[in-house]
């Protein structure tokens, strides 16, 4: 199969902001390569099987270099891989799409470039900023505020609107070359965010706006300068005043008021799996939350199929199958399909599942489990047979799991009460090989309010990631002041060993159970 590699512009973020035939290039990928500010969440629109790549790069922090990317592109490619380099924003708007073009030309790969929504377009129409009107801009000028000596002023200064990229980092200096040829009292707009429930504006002119800007880093931001941005009260959401102004009822603005989040403005770090859909974040930011996603597992394949494969050649000798996650069952039904096998095959079997999320995903293959404990830890499930005078003595239970181990404790309660357990491989749950640099720039810039674990692994590759990137000492001082939020006991366990520390646990070991945890812990 011939190779191709689509320059996919992401656009400011989510799946609403993306165009059609960039999400059906992204459902079908084989390869992404992706820049760092692009939205994870675009990722998991990716097959399982894909292989996820951030390549991004961000300011004063290590990041892969660009001729390491342009090689990259062309050896997928040359391999016969579809592969989607996916770009935030537009990839033709400072995407750096050109260099990866012309590797790809060079060595006659085939190549497309597929449009994004620009932050340059939509950050203005998103803070109610029309970049055009007919009396106060006939045109407008994007720009990037790296290299600000390169840019010839005086004439930019005349143009009536202009729009700048990565621009906050030189505001001083690109507010004192404008002075030179604009007004001090010439309006001009930041919009952090654009696009994102956390997005944020600050409005002022070319003299006041620093004064009125929060300390720290404002990047992402777009920045607006001209008198189109005065339009901004005026065509953004209301508040109370204007809206009395207009002689509407107040009781649009009890709506409004309404909409505004309990959680508005709380940022928290999520840690998960690198190729698994979050309805955990769904959750977060549906209560105001702005979320930022860390893989903290890496799934793989067991290092052998041997000892599954021959467990479903004989399935039939076995009374109980035992699954106590989705990866567990996604790993064992893959493995069955394989086999030339379905769901009938389990026809002469009962199947035990811990946890809502599992039988959630076992039902997507037609299967209602037998039992499910009240308690959503496997630790439940003995109890569970025993209490529903499920016999165990002599039983053949079938438990696929991680091949890394853990659970030891439910096999050995299982087998205490006389069940046969044949514990066997059918994943793998490894450590990500680098940290994500959105996350890892959270944690160093002291930006979170929360860190959620899921699971005892999260925790512990959660601390070997940052132990790669700075001693232990220093980064524990980075989330002094965060709250530490855990699923349950034995990842409460793992935390207060490698963290010190619990502020949280959920009271319903589920996802759910946590968020609901979480956001009565940062409401106090």
Same mark, same amino acid.
């Given at each position: 199969m011939k190779g191709k590699v689509f320059i996919v512009?992401?656009?400011?973020?989510?799946? =609403?902001? @993306?165009?059609? *035939?960039?999400?059906?290039?992204?459902?079908?990928a084989e390869i992404i390569i992706s =820049?760092? @500010?692009?939205? *994870?969440?675009?990722?998991?629109?990716?097959?399982?099987?894909c292989d996820r790549i951030i390549a991004g790069k961000r300011g004063g922090q290590e990041s892969i270099k660009q001729a390491e990317i342009n090689q990259m592109l062309v050896k997928y490619c040359l391999q016969g891989k579809q592969v989607v380099r996916l770009k935030s924003g537009d990839p033709w708007i400072f995407g750096r799409s050109l260099p990866e073009i012309l590797a790809l030309q060079a060595a006659n790969c085939e190549w497309e470039v597929v449009a994004g929504i620009s932050s340059a377009i939509a950050a203005p129409m998103l803070a109610g900023i029309p970049l055009t009107e007919v009396e106060a801009s006939s045109c407008f000028a994007v720009m990037t505020g790296h290299d600000l000596d390169r840019l010839p002023w005086e004439a930019i200064?005349?143009?009536?609107?202009?729009?700048i990229l990565m621009g906050t980092n030189n505001l001083a200096k690109l507010l004192e070359k404008l002075q030179g040829g604009k007004s001090a009292d010439t309006p001009i707009a930041i919009v952090r965010w654009c696009g994102r429930p956390e997005q944020q504006v600050w409005t002022g002119t070319l003299t006041d706006i620093q004064a009125k800007l929060p300390e720290g880093s404002l990047s992402p931001s777009v920045i607006i300068i001209g008198e189109v941005v005065k339009f901004h009260e005026q065509l953004s959401r209301p508040d109370r005043k204007s809206l009395e102004n207009l002689g509407l009822s107040v009781d649009l603005q009890v709506d409004l008021e309404k909409e505004k989040l309990p959680l508005q403005g709380k940022r928290i770090l999520v840690t998960r799996a690198a190729t698994q859909a979050s309805q955990f974040t769904d959750l977060l930011i549906a209560q105001g939350f702005e979320v930022i996603e860390m893989p903290t597992l890496?799934?793989?394949p067991p290092t052998s199929w041997e000892m599954l494969d021959q467990a479903i050649a004989d399935l039939a000798n076995y009374d109980w199958l035992i699954l106590t996650s989705a990866n567990a069952v996604d790993s064992f039904f893959r493995r069955l399909q394989n086999a030339s096998q379905d769901s009938?095959?389990?026809?002469?079997l009962k199947v035990?599942?811990?946890?809502?999320?599992t039988a959630e995903v076992l039902a997507n293959y037609g299967i209602t489990p037998d039992l499910v404990p009240t308690d959503f830890i496997a630790e439940a499930l003995v109890d569970a047979f025993l209490d529903g005078n499920h016999v165990l003595t002599d039983k053949k239970l079938l438990f696929p799991r991680v091949q890394s181990g853990g659970r030891e404790i439910l096999v050995e309660q299982l087998q205490q009460h006389g069940a046969i357990v044949d514990a066997v491989p059918a994943y793998e749950s490894g450590c990500p090989e680098a940290i994500d640099p959105v996350a890892l720039a959270a944690i160093q810039n002291q930006q979170l309010d929360a860190i959620a674990f899921a699971s005892s692994k999260t925790v512990k590759h959660f601390c070997q990631l940052l132990d790669r990137v700075t001693t232990k000492e220093t980064w524990q001082k980075w989330i002094v002041n965060v709250k530490i939020a855990s699923i349950g006991p034995q990842t409460s366990k793992t935390c207060d060993q490698l963290l010190g520390r619990v502020d949280c646990e959920a009271v319903e070991y589920t996802l759910d159970g946590l968020a609901a945890a979480i956001s009565k812990s940062c409401l106090n």
């Open positions: 512009g992401a656009g400011i973020g989510g799946v =609403d902001f @993306l165009t059609v *035939r960039a999400r059906d290039l992204i459902s079908t =820049d760092a @500010l692009v939205d *994870r969440t675009l990722l998991e629109l990716a097959p399982e099987n200064a005349q143009i009536p609107t202009l729009v890496a799934i793989a009938r095959a389990l026809h002469s035990a599942v811990v946890g809502r999320k």
